[in-house]
């Protein structure tokens, strides 16, 4: 149980292009979801965390016009890199959490490189 | 801010050997607090969590201790085998958020 996809697993796109990462809940519904961003050989940063059918929370330093999260149903959230550049290259991971728990499933990745 | 210190960044042990990862957070309210295992290339995946009513935790060869009191917890890996080279991650608890460790290299030598 609890298992989360990621689509696509990776992307290369060309500066200035959008490009959009889906994020699913197989067999649950997913009151929350997170999305975080990780460079190579570091720890998870988290950007920002949605909630079913309200605009999302971005931390500190996310600029929330370049990376759009949807969060439309208890299943799917989107994270929509607008306008990407080569320093928008990185792996981009979401998790879902349960109603009313603290437990975070993650997907599998998103790998982006930006040309 | 409320922060979470990992050590080792690296730890190689021989194979069949015990692996021991430490944590320590900040945040006295913190109430949850997984690992996490990560693959290269890949999500990183829960392997045991620990809640803050709870001194120990064991699933087959993972342990997880936690000392509420000197705020810190362990991951504790016996018999290691190669398929548990990753890197792991500790996380405490914020509400619903996580803060996260920096990460530990495990090494499994044959």
């Known amino acids: 149980g609890a298992v989360v996809s990621q689509h696509p697993s990776w992307v290369i796109c060309k500066s200035g292009t959008s490009v959009k990462i889906e994020c699913r809940s197989l067999?649950?519904?997913?009151?929350?979801m997170f999305w975080y961003r990780q460079f190579p050989k570091q720890s998870l940063m988290l950007m920002a965390t949605?909630?079913?059918?309200?605009?999302?929370?971005?931390e500190q330093g996310v600029e929330k016009d370049k990376f759009l999260i949807n969060h439309a149903s208890l299943t799917l959230s989107t994270l929509t890199v607008t306008s990407a550049h080569p320093e928008d290259s990185s792996f981009y991971i979401c998790?879902?959490?349960?109603?009313?728990?603290?437990?975070?499933?993650f997907g599998p990745g998103t790998r982006l490189t930006v040309t | 801010g409320e922060n979470v210190e990992q050590h080792p960044s690296t730890l190689s042990v021989q194979e069949g050997d015990s692996a021991v990862i430490k944590c320590t957070y900040s945040?006295?309210?913190?109430?949850?607090f997984p690992w996490y295992k990560q693959e290269l290339g890949k999500g990183p995946q829960l392997i045991i969590d620990?809640?803050?009513n709870v001194g120990e935790k064991k699933d087959q060869r993972i342990a997880v201790t936690l000392n509420k009191t000197a705020k810190h917890f362990s991951l504790h890996i016996t018999e290691t085998q190669p398929e548990d080279s990753a890197v792991y991650f500790c996380?405490?608890?914020?509400?619903?958020?996580?803060?996260w460790g920096a990460g530990t290299k495990l090494i499994i030598k044959p």
């Open positions: 998790s879902a959490g349960l109603a009313g728990g603290v437990e975070q499933y």
């Open positions: 067999d649950f519904q997913a009151t929350t």
């Open positions: 949605s909630n079913e059918g309200s605009k999302a929370t971005y």
């Open positions: 945040d006295s309210a913190s109430n949850y």
């Open positions: 620990i809640r803050s």
């Open positions: 996380a405490a608890s914020r509400g619903y958020q996580l803060i």
